[in-house]
Each structure stands twice: as C-alpha cells, then as structure tokens.
C-alpha cells in the first residue's frame, strides 16, 4: 500500500498557522513513509470561498516548501460525481429522498425543543413512499443512518472514540439543489483520491463518525484517522489576533524563514526527545504520529523568535541579503544600487549573530544602503563635536591610501590613533556614527569594509563639514 495524505483546506480566509501544521505533519507523515502528498481545495461553500483566498493558500505552502505531488484538486469539479455516489446510495436502498421543506424542518426542531427532546431530523421521510412527496418540492439526498449499536473510530491519537448511533441522525449528502455536503464530498474525494491517512485538527472528530457512516453504506474501506489537537494561545484560549500572527504569510511579513516556523511547528504537539533544532531532511527521517501528543498545544512567540534566530545564523548570506533588500526596496530616503546587495552581504556574518528575524536585520543593515546625508540617531550626532569633525579630516586622509583589508584596515586605525594621541575607541565611536549614524555597529573594521573606501571617504567627509 502507498501511503497517501492529503491537506484539504478551504478557501474562505487565512492559512491559519493551525492549517500549516497540519499540512505538515501530513506532509512528512507522507515523505517518511514514502508515499504521496495531495492537496485538495474544499471551495463547496460558493458564497465565502475566494480565488484570493486560494491564492494565499498555494503561496503560503509554496513558501513553507510543503509543495503536493500533483496539482490542487478543486472539490467543485467534482460535484457531478459527489451526486452520482448519492444516487448510487439511493439505488442501492443506503439513502432515501426527502422532501421536507424548509418550513417543516423548522418546525419539527422547534416542537422538538419544546418537548425536551433533541432537534435531530426524525426520519420522516426515511420509509415513505416517494408517491407521497408534495407537487413542486425538489428532494434532498439523506443517509439511511444505522439506528442502533454504536460507530468507532480507531484514532491513531486519540485511540478508540465512540458514538451511539442513536445520536446521529440521517445527515443530508446531497441538498435539493443538487449541490453535494461537505461531510459527504470528503468521503467521496478521499475515496476516489486512494486517501489512506486522514491527519487533521481534531475539531473534525464529530465529522469522522458520520462520515464513517458514508464509508459503510458504499462498502469502502475506510483511511486511517488521525485528529490533532488544536494550537491554543499562551493563556490556553482559541488562538486568535490577540495572541499575535497566526496567518501563515503574517509570520513571513514579520521576518520569520519558512524552515525555521516549520521546524517550531513540528515540536508543537510532537516530540522526539529534547531535540530542538530539526531540519527538513532529519524531519523526514524522525516524523510519525505515536509522538503526537493528545493535549492542545500552547503558541510561544518567544521560542519561535528563538528558533529562527537559530536559523538565519545558519542560513545563506547571499539569501538573506535578498531578503533585506527586498524589505529595504521602496522605503523612503534610501538608495538601493548596484553595490548594495555585495555591501549588505559582506556585513552579514556581522549582523546576523545579534538578529532574531528579517525585520530585525533588515533594520541594522539599512545604514549601508542610505544616502548622504545620514539619518543620525541623537547620541550618534552628539560623538560629532569640532573636534571629532576635525579628526574625520585627518582620518580621511590616512585612509585614502590604506590599504584596504580587513588587516590593513585595522593598522590605519591604530597607527592613526597612535600618531595623534588617542586611544583607540576615541577614534571609532565618531567614526561608527559618521559611517551608520548610530552608536552601535559590527566592528568598525568590517563596517568599512563593507561600505568600500569610496563610500566610506564620502562618508567621514560629509560628518565632517
């Protein structure tokens, strides 16, 4: 048997950050098994689902790199065959038409309220002879529900969970206009998709038992299931905006890299010792569902910064380097040029250890990509006395024939506080704030390195006029 999950969210909103992990434990469920990864759109619900809303889930897996084995399937293409497998029930005596109205029903919930009793259809229609349906009444599709005994659910999390049967009723699997339920399209497309691992929030524990039912009445063998607990907030709450991002591409805009949130993701709710750091190919090889816990997880902000603080010390220069670029493109009083990505990039060992997120390093590096003149932080411009003016001068000098390495960089430094009398840092914090206009800086060294000796001439002369 190939293993085969599927993430089948719907288009009406977000990529919660709750729908990414389940994305991803099914796809490395998948990859660990050496099976297949679908990814099916549940856009039934015509009136909120939205090609925006599409769009934001493809890019959000695109940018986590949780990328399907075949193009999305669209549920609404295969309506026609949701409505074939309902028909097929009511030939074969597994579903009946009903013909109550909308008035009716309401109706029969309010007196079944008014009499202590549940508001369950009641099966009217479950043996009536079709002879009997009202003129003009278009009939939906109901499942003959099994009225005794009881329907389990062999969870591979939760374990064994049950259900009288009693306390289902006939759901409706296709309504009168023809357009199939969501609880009976999933069985359909999980069925005829070869789905055999369902792993999804387990706010769709209730759903399995009915759509169990489904599965029984056609004679199909049903997946394996496996409900996840949900993604609380600190305080145990739903997680929500008050907690903070949880929109898969808010994380991204906040400067998070997709490895390090899937790498925080896999340890919400899973665990494999006291491992923290887990990258994508070791995720691979550790992931299956006996270290899924059954308790809500609980959102930590703080890790996760952690977490991807570790990760972009880790990660590619010349990557983050586009990264900040691409957030620095467009703000007001900078100037992005030629040179700027080899600046930013010749920096980055520099920045890199102190930054938590792309936000941050996109801050500390902006200095090297804004135009004369400066913007100077208040103690920045207050390093700029007459004298210090004075000295830049002179700096500029020495430094308009150093030799310009790191080294020799270094040596001018030194042999020009040496020749004037000073010590070392009285030269490089009027510098540091003639170069970033700041008072903290990577090493002065590197900084000029980066900035280049044009720049770095035009600089100390510009602070000091």
Known sequence: MTVRTRFAPSPTGMLHIGGARTALFNYLFARHHGGEFVLRIEDTDRERSTDAATQVILDGLDWLGLNPDQPPVFQTSRQ???????????????????YDSADELKQMREQATAEGRSGRYDGRWRDRD???????????????????????????VQGEVRVGNAELDDMIILRSDGMPTYLHAVVV???????THVIRGDDHLTNTFRQL???????????????????HGADGAKLSKRHGAVS??????????????????????WGHGDTEIVPRDEAIKLFDLDGVGRGASRMDYAKLTHVNGVYMRGADDARLAAEILRRLQGQPHLAIGADSAARVQALL?????????????AGMARFLVHPLPLAMEPKAAAQLTDEAKAMLASLAEAFATAEFSLPGIDATLRAFADATGRKLGQVAQPL????????????????ILAL?????????????R
């Not at 029984?216 to 996840?228: C, K």
């Not at 890299?257 to 993701?265: H, Q, S, V």
């Not at 540091?432 to 008072?439: D, Y």
């Not at 280049?452 to 000091?464: I, V």
């Open 80 to 98: 026609a065959r949701h409505a074939e497998v309902a028909w097929q029930m009511v030939a074969q005596g597994r579903a009946y038409l009903a």
């Open 452 to 464: 280049g000796r044009d720049e770095t001439l035009a600089r100390m002369l510009a602070a000091a």
């Open 432 to 447: 540091r704030a003639a170069l970033t206009g700041s008072t903290t800086s990577p090493p002065i060294d590197a900084t």
């Open 130 to 156: 079709p002879a009997d349906a009202p003129p003009g009444v278009a009939p939906a599709i109901r499942l003959k529900a099994p009225r005794d005994g009881e329907t389990v659910v062999h969870d591979l």
């Open 189 to 195: 497309d999980d069925h005829d998709m070869a789905i």
């Open 248 to 269: 898969v591409l808010e994380f991204r805009e906040q400067g998070f890299l997709p490895e390090a949130l899937c790498n925080y993701l896999l340890r919400l709710g």
């Open 349 to 361: 060992p520099h920045l890199k250890e102190r930054a938590k997120t792309l936000v941050e390093l």
């Open 213 to 231: 039912q489904v599965y029984h009445a056609m004679g199909w063998e049903p997946p394996q299931f496996a409900h996840i607990p949900l993604i």
